[in-house]
């Protein structure tokens, strides 16, 4: 899929979907209670949630949306540990929570190893680590690992580094156990899984970033319901893009603790950030101070909005650095933007962005984030249109993104991949115009 992006400015207001990362451990929160049926409320239609859904299938389940589509209900009384698609594992990170949830369900789970976004290495270590932990005998067969066993009843575990699926699965292997979880992830979607399970009977309560659990063998939930938060990734997506390209807008259905620190960046910077009851308020700046951001756990500056802010950065009247602690391997958008005009630089570890000016190009999107990133890149792009191949990837993350960001001003169309021969002449011509630019790719805001 490819979107041609033109120079825009915004204006208006967006509300928020809710949280795909709160979606999977919601879903797995159903199964591992041994609920027959799960009840969902305000879920994104967006590919991330349809591939767990035909996953789901697959196991046993059955689905169906009602209330005009703002609840799911899945039925899950005849859901069984059986083999499932590696493909479909594969596409989707959050996949991976299935694997706590059918172990503390039925004692036994098999899972191919996960997908998502191609961002450097995800290993799923302290997954097993945390499952051997608890009394499961774990072993990696031809691509699949097959854990099996039972809930040990006094367990103290410590995560050697924060992980929030790690997190969510520790946590669903022992609810039927007593347990000492340490060095958990703190982020807002794993304290909604605390939340839900502590509403469903579970004795669990967090203390910092350790979760102290006094289970019971005989928990079982016949039907549960959640509402999702809001998500906060996309959130801070729409008050970076405002920032980035220009306007004034309104982003509603938001949970200001959640997205503290972006607003507080984007203050620092220069934004004028104002809030009103679930709902923050931006206009953006000509120019912006520079910025050191450090992308880490919650609560700190969020990994899933690095690639975005340094878009934004690209504007500031002097040299920002960004160090991604949680996938210092996230920098596919970083040659695409070099390719726009941009002057960043790669060093030890550290993105240092420059006062650039960037041109309408031919670029590619190779994950989610990274495809927003570009799409801000595209709208506040001079001169040429922006052509992004990779486009779909939106899909995965951001329910209806471009209705959404058509509503505001913002120039985009898209066309599928059959289509793209359409403009083969004048990404050629873009080319040669890129090409004979390249001696001003460093040229301040401010000059």
């Not at 039925?106 to 799923?124: V, Y």
């Not at 990274?370 to 990837?393: H, K, P, Q, R, V």
Request: aromatic content about 10%.
């Amino acid at each position: 899929m490819i979107a041609v992006l033109k120079r825009s400015f915004v204006e208006g207001e967006v509300e928020v979907s809710g949280a795909k990362n709160a979606f999977f451990p919601a879903v797995a929160c159903g199964i591992a209670l041994g609920a027959k049926k799960i009840k969902i409320r305000n879920v994104p239609k967006i590919k991330d949630v349809f591939v767990m859904l035909e996953i789901l299938r697959e196991l046993g389940c059955s689905f169906e949306f009602r209330d005009e589509g703002k609840e799911l209900i899945i039925f899950s009384e005849r859901i069984q540990p059986r083999d499932f698609s590696p493909e479909l594992f594969g596409k989707i990170r959050g996949s991976v929570v299935i694997f706590g949830s059918l172990l503390s369900r039925f004692g036994f789970a098999k899972i191919p190893m996960p997908g998502g976004c191609k961002i450097g290495e995800r290993p799923i270590d302290q997954h097993i680590k945390s499952a051997r932990a608890f009394g499961f005998y774990v072993e990696e067969s031809g691509g699949f690992f097959v854990a099996k066993g039972k809930t040990s009843r006094n367990v103290s575990f410590t995560f050697d580094i924060k992980t929030v699926t790690g997190t969510e699965n520790a946590i669903l292997m022992a609810i039927r156990s007593k347990a000492e979880i340490n060095n958990i992830a703190i982020e807002p979607e794993v304290q909604e899984l605390i939340s839900y399970l502590k509403r469903y009977g579970v004795n669990i309560r967090r203390e910092g970033d350790r979760v102290l659990i006094d289970g019971k063998e005989d928990l079982v939930c016949d039907e549960v319901e959640f509402e999702l938060i809001p998500d906060r990734i996309e959130a801070s997506t729409w008050l970076v893009l405002t920032a980035s390209v220009g306007g004034r807008l309104k982003v509603k259905n938001v949970i200001f603790e959640h997205i503290e620190y972006v607003l507080k960046v984007l203050s620092n910077c220069g934004a004028k950030i104002s809030l009103a009851q679930n709902s923050v308020e931006i206009e953006s700046s000509d120019v912006y101070e520079p910025a050191d951001i450090v992308a880490d756990s919650f609560p700190a500056f969020p990994t899933d909005v690095q690639p975005q802010i340094c878009v934004m950065l690209l504007k500031s009247k002097g040299i920002s650095r960004v160090v991604d602690k949680i996938f210092p391997n996230r920098l596919s958008h970083i040659d695409e933007l070099v390719k726009m005009g941009a002057k960043i630089e790669l060093k030890g570890g550290e993105i240092i962005i420059y006062p650039s000016k960037i041109f309408g190009s031919s670029i590619r999107a190779l994950d989610l984030r990274g495809a927003a990133a570009l799409s801000i890149a595209g709208l506040m792009a001079e001169s040429n249109s922006t052509y992004l191949s990779g486009f779909d990837f939106i899909q995965r993350g951001y329910e209806n993104f471009v209705e959404k960001l058509r509503s505001i001003g913002g120039s985009i169309e898209v066309f599928e991949d059959d289509k793209i021969s359409h403009f083969s002449k004048e990404s050629e011509k873009m080319k040669i115009e890129q090409e004979s630019k390249e001696i001003f790719n460093y040229v301040s805001y401010t000059s």
